[in-house]
């Protein structure tokens, strides 16, 4: 486990305007239907991940995408359970969680 | 009776000369060009003469000339015609006497048969008679040579030729109008058969006839060309003369006009001083006049000026809003109003910076405040994130979590 990583991810869950559950299970159903790869590129070109890519690529140093994928699951398994469950529930959603990880975990490590 | 005729139709002559010359002057005119001055006391007629016909009266001379000489012409046609009308007059009385002949046949004959060569007067007893026939033909033959001739200068020129046609001296004249003519012409046949007394009475006809001739000797039909130089060198005097009175009389009269032009100047010299003068005089009134309007304008302009202004408070008001609004400082309080507008000025200033200080120093609190609470917010965010961290770090992965992990 990436101590490092989690600090990270809960300075992101602490941040006023973090979603709820509800909001982040509706956002996941709606950009589950994109192809994961264009969601990787929206999200390695916005300005919050350029401007803290530095800082996230040295928290993920040593770290694999199977420990990565761990973290984010733990993650979503502490705010957002619902979403967990409608991965587990769907093939097509989990591989479409499946490219997103690892097309993130990509872009960091670039 | 012919040359108390012939004298005044001379001194008509003269007079109408002199006339024509007065007039030919009077018409040029005398102020505009007037002849050169002549020195009449130093020249003769003749250079006198030349010298009008060349300046003056050139033309009208030559015109003078021509009339003189035009009348000589006329003069020698009504002798031409008086000599034609004696011709007639011979040849009736020789028709007369040749009719009387008849009864004197011998005599007759002598006279009607020798031919009439030029005799003299005291050639013989019987060339009484037979010089009037001889005077008939010469006027027979001296009025066909003149009909021939159609000019007058011809005729003229003829005359001078042939001089000795034209003397009756060598002619026993006989004119008709003779009073002795009537008593030779109707003698009675009776006389004429006594040879004695037909010689007596040829000797007296003959006698008569020169008399006759020689009472006519001046009124000679011929030209006379020195008569003719020396009547026109009296009109040339005489003209002369009348030249020289006028030329006087211009002379005079340019003199006079002179010195009325003269006086004319003068007076119009001394009235153009009188009215630059008054001109003068008229301008120094009228400078004087501007000088005491001036001054007059110059004192009220001074007590308009030391007068307070008489503009409405209204009005005034508007002036000094509008001046103040132009950004000029401008104030019509009393000196204490305007050291108390002053002072509240000042005070406003005051105020206005206090204010504003307060203002600047309100919005560094605000900003403090906001710094302070930004990091409040932060040592929250970041406690919340340590405690998240802490929260995420003692979860327990569900099992569809774990066996969603073990999926990568």
Known sequence: MSTEFDYLLAQIAAMPGFPTEEVGLQLFNQYSSVPAADLVTLLTTDDRFVSYHGLVRAALHNTDLKSFAADVTRFLDLYFPSVLESINSDESKLNFYKDLITGVFEAIKK | ????????????????????????????????????????????????????????????????????????????????????????????????????????????????????????????????????????????????????????????????????????????????????????????????????????????????????????????????????????????????????????????????????????VIEQQKLLNDKTQELIRLQIEARERENQNLIERIKQLESIASQPPQIPIGQLKEIVAQVRNNGIPLSIDTAEQERVRREEAREDKKLEHMLSREERELELARLREERRLASINSVTSFLGGVTEAKRLSVHKMSPTAEKLAKVF
């Open chain 2, 1 to 264: 009776m012919a040359k108390q005729e012939k004298a005044p139709s001379t001194e008509t002559s003269k007079a109408s000369i002199i006339q024509v010359a007065k007039e030919a002057v009077d018409a040029r005119p005398v102020e505009s060009d007037l002849p050169p001055v002549l020195g009449l006391d130093s020249m003769t007629p003749d250079a006198i003469l030349a010298e009008a016909r060349r300046s003056i009266v050139g033309e009208q001379f030559r015109q003078l000339q021509e009339n003189v000489l035009s009348a000589q012409l006329a003069k020698s046609e009504a002798l031409r015609i008086q000599e034609e009308e004696r011709a007639r007059a011979i040849k009736e009385e020789l028709k007369q006497k040749q009719a009387a002949v008849p009864q004197q046949p011998q005599q007759q004959g002598v006279s009607s048969v020798s031919p009439a060569p030029l005799v003299t007067p005291g050639t013989g007893v019987l060339s009484g008679l037979m010089s009037n026939s001889v005077a008939a033909e010469r006027a027979a033959l001296v009025d066909a040579a003149l009909k021939n001739l159609e000019s007058d200068e011809a005729k003229l020129e003829f005359m001078k030729l042939h001089p000795e046609l034209f003397n009756t001296s060598i002619i026993p004249f006989q004119s008709p109008s003779s009073p002795s003519q009537p008593t030779h012409q109707h003698e009675p046949p009776a006389q004429q058969a006594n040879p004695v007394d037909m010689f007596n009475s040829m000797l007296n006809q003959f006698k008569t006839g020169m008399e006759f001739q020689r009472a006519l000797a001046p009124q000679s039909p011929s030209i006379d060309m020195v008569t003719i130089t020396d009547k026109f060198r009296e009109i040339v005097d005489t003209t002369n003369k009348s030249y020289e009175s006028i030329f006087k009389t211009i002379e005079q009269r340019n003199q006079e006009q002179l010195s009325n032009l003269n006086s004319t």
